[in-house]
């Protein structure tokens, strides 16, 4: 499938909507996000000059990453676009053969160690910001907070089970502890960082050591020989 975005136009391979929308924490004023995959002609990849790697367009709000850009994120434990792979089917915008074998090999691309120093990578980002915040109301306090929860939770759940759960239960909690934190306790929010930091080092993970890179190799192939 062709998507047209400004002037380009890509050949997108999966597409969907993440963010908010599908964690359920979005609410009348939240902007939807997609997130997706689309490929370069092969050829474009033998020349002098790389072609773009990623496209990003606003409002719509929507990141696309060339397939080989995806796959070393995803494989890095990177958490925006490992979730990608796991979204409830109804938020599939498109979602062509080469996605959705992609999506069939979403396992291939966890492993034990860098799930754990992802999420709490980035958890700890969230706290840093909150850290740092400037005094007086900021209405991004919250949301930092909601992240942060919503990382270590699902960061910790993926690690326990092999699974990435994008839908959150409850997500009236996550409403609540940004309010909390916004309303300045921040050590509530260093609080559920170091539990769930503990929570890493004391369960046991049904994760690999490492990725399974060959499938992921052996798809990105199939993309380049479709696309010649």
């Known amino acids: 499938m062709v998507a047209s975005h400004g002037e380009d ?5 999966l597409l969907g909507v993440i963010g908010s929308t599908a964690y359920g924490l979005a609410g009348p004023d ?13 050829v474009e990849l033998h020349g002098l000059e790389r072609p773009p790697e990623s496209s990003v367009t606003y409002e719509p709000d929507v990141t696309l990453h060339e397939a080989a850009k995806f796959c070393r994120l995803a494989l ?4 925006t676009v490992a979730e990608l792979l796991w979204l409830p089917d109804q938020l599939y915008e498109v979602r062509t053969p080469l996605g959705a074998e992609l999506i069939a090999l979403r396992h291939c691309f966890l492993s034990a160690g860098r799930v754990r120093a992802a999420y709490l990578g980035y958890a700890g980002k969230q706290l840093r910001l909150l850290a740092n915040r400037r005094s007086g109301p900021d209405p991004r306090v919250a949301k930092h907070a909601r992240h942060l929860m919503r990382l270590c939770r699902q960061g910790l759940a993926a690690y326990r089970t ?5 839908v959150l239960d409850d997500p009236q909690s996550y409403h609540d502890f ?4 916004a309303a300045g306790d921040v050590e509530a929010a260093r609080s559920l960082l170091a539990e769930h930091e503990a929570g890493f080092a004391t369960t046991t993970t049904p994760l690999p050591t490492t990725p399974d890179i060959a ?8 993309v380049r020989q479709a696309y010649l």
């Open 9 to 13: 136009s890509l050949s997108v391979l």
């Open 30 to 42: 939240s902007d939807v996000d997609r997130l997706g995959i689309f490929a370069v002609p092969t």
């Open 76 to 79: 890095a434990g990177n958490p």
């Open 162 to 166: 092999g699974e990435i759960p994008v």
């Open 178 to 181: 940004g309010a909390r934190v």
């Open 215 to 222: 499938p992921v190799e052996a798809w990105l192939r199939r």
